[in-house]
């Protein structure tokens, strides 16, 4: 067994928590917003503005939560379903976190298998740590499906086309470099077989980039479910099926 492979210890009856990404956001505007509120609470000119001001700090938090909380678990529901899976395949979530995509896809695959990778970050997500996903794995009931690795997305110890269908969602972005970034697109691409899926949910931008990159796949915004506070932070889709070119080379 690999050192860097956690398996599930305990079976467990909580509801899965994939905590909230990038807490830091929500922490320092929701503060921020509170704090205009209660000075515009003692001021007498200029009140208006500052509690302006805190609302719409506010109004960010309150939609950032839900997004993080609740509304990308329901787009991902969506995606998933629309890749129409078997439920026999191997899949792949890159910088999988607590688990939130990872175990929505181990439910559609009953006889398959379902792998995440991750550097574990806390500033990237709460409570960010492979035990946290493997307990979240338990309490969805799909531990036996779910396996996690410790291992960088631009360096990944797997095999070319061992899977099926790579993911990941708002992951890449953090990858301090552009060149590093589209290495970790490559390696996604190359461990992914010949009429494999895969699907990046990413800052609009960015994923513009890899489509760039890739040169090929189809791109498409995910709504305001997945606006992180505001269509000025909304997420794309990108979607590109691994097709095999003339002379046996697989495109990348």
């Not at 994939?18 to 929701?30: E, K, L, M, S």
């Not at 939609?63 to 787009?75: A, D, F």
């Not at 999988?96 to 439910?107: F, K, P, Y």
């Not at 061992?162 to 970034?181: C, K, Q």
């Amino acid at each position: 067994m690999s050192k860097n492979l956690v398996c599930s210890p305990f079976p467990s009856l909580q509801r899965p928590r994939y905590g909230v990404d990038a807490p830091a956001v929500p922490a320092v505007n929701g503060a921020a917003g509170l704090a205009c509120c209660l000075a515009a609470a003692r001021w007498r000119r200029g009140w208006i503005t500052v509690a302006a001001g805190g609302a719409v700090l506010l109004a960010f938090t309150v939609v950032y939560l839900h997004r993080t909380l609740r509304g990308k678990l329901r787009v991902w529901e969506r995606e998933l379903d629309r890749i129409g899976l078997k439920g026999d395949e191997r899949l792949l979530d890159l910088g999988c976190g607590r688990g939130a995509v990872l175990i929505e896809a181990a439910r559609r695959l009953p006889s398959g298998r379902a792998h995440g990778v991750g550097l574990w970050s806390g500033k990237d997500q709460s409570g960010n740590n492979p035990e946290a996903t493997l307990g979240n794995a338990a309490a969805a009931r799909v531990a036996d499906r779910v396996e996690v690795h410790t291992a960088d997305m631009t360096a990944l110890p797997f095999a070319d086309g061992s899977f099926d269908v790579v993911t990941s969602a708002l992951a890449i972005h953090n990858i301090p470099s552009t060149e590093s970034r589209y290495r970790a697109v490559d390696e996604a691409m190359r461990v992914l077989r010949p009429g494999g899926q895969l699907l990046i949910a990413d800052l609009w931008w960015m994923a513009r980039t890899y489509a760039a990159h890739l040169g090929q796949g189809t791109l498409r915004p995910l709504g305001p479910a997945y606006w992180y506070g505001g269509p000025w932070l909304g997420i794309t889709l990108l979607h590109v099926v691994k097709v095999r070119r003339p002379g046996g080379t697989d495109s990348c």
